[in-house]
């Protein structure tokens, strides 16, 4: 089990990147912590994995503390895995070679085997003898994954995995990283700016503003219902509009017409008996469409249908979900 106990840290210049960070991951969990760009998530991360000391709280590995790099000769834990985002590979050396490296002290016989195993786990089988600038930024990052998990570590802590890669790799990397930590009950946590890959493979989100852990739950639970604008946006496509534009939406006025309520696109249908609305943009999304219609000159609102006759400027009528409307406390 990792634990981060009020862990916090400032740098010079008075800048608190990390404040009073508290949470607990147990093995075989996913957890994902979601930021704006800022936020404290790449020092967050090497505060867990040793490579920066805690001002003040502590982490522990199985209840013991991880030692930052002034307490030990080479910073680091042996059982704690950190992937940065330049994957930091060895030029000279072969995909396969990369790999091989983290399991050197083991038996031959079953070094071979491990990392047969670990190329076909992510898919580097056919690029193996390649040196690391004659493969792709994806196959770079899964070598980078692999060589992490070779001896197994307790925990693999990844720095934006997904943010570099186009969607056919996204979706690699998070079945891969489903499939492991399922397989080698591996604790994993990962940050990320963008919550979408987070929602689909974390069993915890933590949302990280200003250095603080301001909403901590379940997908379903932080995606449903923000505390804030900032977890509401940070998680999907989302309208955040003041109470007082309830009875615009057909629904009853709210007692504190400047409280914020979120709305998720997704909980708003075309329907005839619903309020009239003019359309104001379409997007093509592929799969659906989303549409922006107008509440009024200053306030429009967000939805989406799989219609494709709607044009702009054509009035429609729409119902919200009242039960999805969430109301944010900023
Ligand atoms: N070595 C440092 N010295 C001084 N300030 C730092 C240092 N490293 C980070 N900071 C500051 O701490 C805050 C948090 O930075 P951090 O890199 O952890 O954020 P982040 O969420 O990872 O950002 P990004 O998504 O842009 O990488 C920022 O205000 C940053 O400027």
Redesign the pocket.
């Given at each position: 089990m990792l634990v981060a106990d009020n862990v916090s840290k400032a740098?010079?210049?008075s800048?608190r990147?990390?404040r009073g960070v508290s949470f607990s991951l147990a093995p075989g969990q996913i957890m994902g912590l979601v930021?704006?760009?800022?936020?404290?998530?790449?020092?967050?991360l090497n505060l867990l994995a040793g490579l920066a000391d805690v001002d003040t709280g502590s982490v522990l590995l199985n209840d013991k503390r991880v030692p930052g790099p002034s307490d030990v000769l080479i910073a680091g834990h042996p059982d704690i895995r950190l992937v940065h985002q330049e994957y930091q590979l060895m030029p000279n050396v072969s995909i396969r070679e990369n790999i091989a490296y983290a399991v050197r002290y083991f038996e031959k016989e079953y070094r071979t085997h491990r990392v047969d195993a670990l190329l076909k786990l992510c898919r580097l089988t056919a690029v193996q003898d390649r040196l690391p600038r004659q493969v792709s930024g994806g196959e770079k990052q899964r070598t980078a994954i692999a060589r992490a998990i070779a001896d197994v570590p307790a925990v693999l802590l990844l720095d934006?995995p997904f943010s570099h890669l186009d969607l056919p790799n996204r979706l690699l990397v998070r079945d891969l990283l489903f499939e492991l930590v399922r397989e080698q009950q591996t604790a994993c946590l990962f940050?990320t700016?963008d919550a979408v890959d987070a929602l689909s493979i974390a069993d915890t989100i933590g949302i990280?503003r200003d250095?603080k852990l301001i909403q901590l739950g379940t997908p379903e639970s932080v995606y449903l219902r923000p505390d804030t604008a900032y977890a509401a946006r940070l998680t999907g496509r989302v309208t955040v509009l003041a109470e007082k534009y309830r009875p615009l939406l057909g629904l009853p006025a709210s007692d504190s017409p400047d409280r914020l309520m979120s709305i998720r696109p997704e909980q708003v249908t075309i329907d005839e008996s619903g309020v009239a609305v003019r359309v104001r943009a379409v997007f093509f999304m592929g799969s659906h469409y989303e549409l922006e219609v107008e509440l009024n000159r200053y306030a429009s609102l967000r939805l989406l249908t799989t219609r494709a006759d709607i044009q702009v400027g054509q009035l429609v009528n729409i119902r919200v979900n009242a039960d999805a409307v969430w109301p944010l406390r900023s």
């Open positions: 740098f010079a210049g800048v990147a990390v930021g704006a760009s800022g936020s404290g998530k790449s020092t967050l934006e940050v700016h990280l250095g």
